[in-house]
C-alpha cells in the first residue's frame, strides 16, 4: 500500500536545477513527502505532470522529467538517501493544463493498478479553490490538497482580484470539459494555443491570453 503525491508542474525554466521558484517548491513538497511518509511509515509514489510546455525551442522538454531531474537530485543528498531508496517517481508528460495533471495522473494510477491509502495534490496556492473543485470533480476517493505559496514571480504579487479573475477564467473552461459540453479536443486546443501564444510573443501575452478565455469560455 502507497501514499500517492500528484504534483502539478509550474511551466518549464531555462535551467531547473538553477531555478529559484522550482528550488523552493520541489524542496517544500519533499519536506512535506518526507514527514507524511515518515510518520505514516507508508511508501510515497510521486507522479510528477507536465507536458511538452517548453519556452525553448525544440520545445520538446516536458515538465514532469524536468521536476524529476531536480527532485532526484533532492532524493540523493547525503542526508536523505538512506530514507528515499523506496520511493517511486512516475512521470506524467502528455498534460498542459491543471486539469490535465488530474485526469492523467488518475490514469496512470488506475492503469497502473497502484494501490494506496491516500492521494495527496501537491501544486501552487493560488490554485486552490480552483484545484478543490476539479479535484472532486476527477477523483471519487477524498484527496488531501497540500498548496504552497513559493512563486516570486511578477504575477504572484498582482492584485488579489486579477488573480481571483484569472483562475475564475480557467475554471470556468475547466468545467465545460467536465460538464460535456465540449470534448477533449476541443478543450486541449485552448492549451495548445495558449502555447502558441506563449512562445510567439513572451513578453506581451496577457491580453492575448485573456481574450483567449473570454472567446473559449462563451462558446
Known sequence: MNNIF?????????????????NIYLKMAFNA????????KIAPVIIFCGGKTDMLEPYERTEAEEMIRLFDILMNRKQCKEFTGDWKLVAES???????????????????NIEFEKINLIF?????????????NVFNDE????????????????KVELIQEKENNILKYDMLFID??????EYHDLYLERLRILRVQP???DEAVKKLWEKYINL
Open 33 to 40: 513527502i518526507f514527514d507524511i511518509s515518515a510518520k505514516e
Open 180 to 185: 460535456k459540453k465540449i470534448s477533449f479536443e
Open 94 to 112: 502528455k498534460s498542459i493544463s491543471t486539469l490535465e495533471n488530474l485526469i492523467f495522473a488518475k490514469e496512470i494510477i488506475e492503469k497502473e
Open 124 to 136: 501552487e496556492f493560488t490554485r486552490y479553490s480552483r484545484i478543490k473543485t476539479l479535484a472532486a
Open 143 to 158: 484527496v488531501n490538497c497540500i498548496p504552497f505559496d513559493f512563486s516570486q514571480n511578477a504575477q504572484r504579487y498582482a
Open 203 to 205: 513578453e506581451n501575452h
Open 6 to 22: 500528484v504534483i502539478s508542474g509550474y511551466g518549464i525554466p531555462r535551467d531547473i536545477i538553477k531555478d529559484e521558484n522550482y
